[in-house]
């Protein structure tokens, strides 16, 4: 079935806690990060991106952190909610290359 | 908005078959890929095209050809399913970018082939 051969880490959080989505990566010449939401049965949608000459960027609800020098990017989810039930990807690029995709995170929401 | 179609949601078809999976994108992008996903494998890209004719192999293209005959238009071809090509394809398109720096990509919503 779907299960099998899956393992994605997994976060489970409470509705309404702040969730924290980690990803590394390993190609120090990056510099354009993504974070995407894929619910079941559906293609990927963009979340949040940020560039490699910023370490911090806010949208709504959401919160990217950047940290080039251990290269590590972050999603801060605030105030979770069931809705924000989905697995999440990490992506980088440089250049006009195609996006290198992490293997995702299941965020799971409990109400 | 931007729109990426693909032109089946699901799809069986049976081994030894000539497959076609058709991606159409709106908004004039100059970059298109093919990514399957499988569980636990996360996307993985098979091919890709920086503009019209052109093609770039991706991660994984054993058993699969491209076309790019028009901007708008990205076809991935099985030339003979296998039942280890069961999987869900993804389609995204992005702007081209001359310097640094790159552009999101936005995905069709997948095709779930099954090659008994």
């Known amino acids: 079935g779907e299960s099998v051969g899956l393992h994605l880490p997994t976060l489970s959080v409470q509705e309404g806690d702040n969730s924290i989505i980690n990803c590394a990566y390993s190609n120090s010449a990056s510099d354009y990060f993504i974070w995407y939401k894929q619910e079941s049965g559906k293609g990927p949608q963009f979340i949040i991106d940020?560039?490699?000459?910023?370490d911090k960027r806010q949208g709504q609800r959401v919160t990217v952190l950047l940290n080039k020098t251990v290269k590590h990017l972050s999603l801060q989810i605030a105030a979770t909610q069931p809705g924000d039930s989905a697995v999440y990807f990490c992506?980088?690029?440089?250049?006009?290359?195609?996006?290198?995709f992490g293997k995702g995170t299941r965020l799971s929401v409990i109400a | 908005d931007v729109k990426v179609t693909q032109s089946s949601r699901y799809l069986v078809k049976r081994t030894g078959e000539k497959v076609f999976l058709e991606c159409v994108q709106d908004m004039d992008h100059e970059n298109m890929f093919w990514y399957r996903q499988d569980p636990g494998l996360g996307l993985r890209l098979i091919y890709f095209?920086?503009?019209?004719?052109?093609?770039e192999k991706g991660d994984i293209p054993e058993g699969y050809s491209v076309s790019r005959e028009k901007k708008e238009r990205f076809s991935l071809i099985l030339e003979s399913a296998s039942t280890n090509q069961t999987s869900m394809y993804l389609c995204a398109s992005s702007l081209k970018t001359f310097r640094g720096g790159g552009y999101e990509q936005y995905f069709g919503p997948g095709t779930r082939l099954t090659v008994t």
């Open positions: 095209s920086y503009d019209v004719k052109m093609k």
């Open positions: 940020i560039r490699s000459n910023m």
């Open positions: 992506a980088e690029n440089s250049g006009n290359t195609p996006l290198v």
